[in-house]
């Protein structure tokens, strides 16, 4: 048999016990509340912490992908830089020589039946052409073709003036018309521009 004994004084014993169980339930579901509380917030935090991770990764291969194709694309651009020189350099060596080749063709192609030519002069700034037509008309139609051919690019009026038939300066036994005409060749590069 056991007997329980209280040896605390009298007023002591008839004080009620407090309610330290309420408390310590109402403390526990604090505590447990917090804590999932906590839990949530950090597991949060640390999935956003992840995510930006991720997109930082993510924006830094884009950045050296984007480097890397900057630095191709400033490759090929230097070799166009070089090409682009080297087509410069050749332009102008072109252009410092006569364009003879197309002159004489824009001639064979411009000067019309009826026209003869006997003499050509040419340089880097002015061709001059002398010779003898048929009709006034034939000289027009010549120094207008020689305009349209592309080739060149100003031509001053033709002066013209009629052979005398019975003069000494006829000698060659020609009839017609003498005339003489300046025009401007253009350059390698402006030729065939309009």
Known sequence: MKVKLDLR???????????TRKMGLVMFCMFL??????SYAGFSMLS????FNDKINDLTRKINDET????ELTAVLAGYSRQETVYATSLSIMQEDLPTIEVFDALDRS????????SLTLNHTEMKIEGVANAEDDVVTTARNLLD???FSVAQVPVVSRLNTGSRANASGRDGFK??????PLS????GRK
């Open 68 to 71: 890397n194709i900057k630095n």
């Open 179 to 184: 005339f003489a005409l300046s025009l401007v």
């Open 149 to 151: 051919s592309g080739t």
């Open 111 to 118: 000067v019309i039946r009826g026209v003869i030519l006997d």
């Open 9 to 19: 004084p009298e007023n002591i014993k008839n004080v009620p016990p407090p309610k």
């Open 188 to 191: 390698i590069g402006e030729s």
């Open 33 to 38: 509340f917090f804590g999932v509380i906590t």
């Open 48 to 51: 956003d912490i992840l995510f």
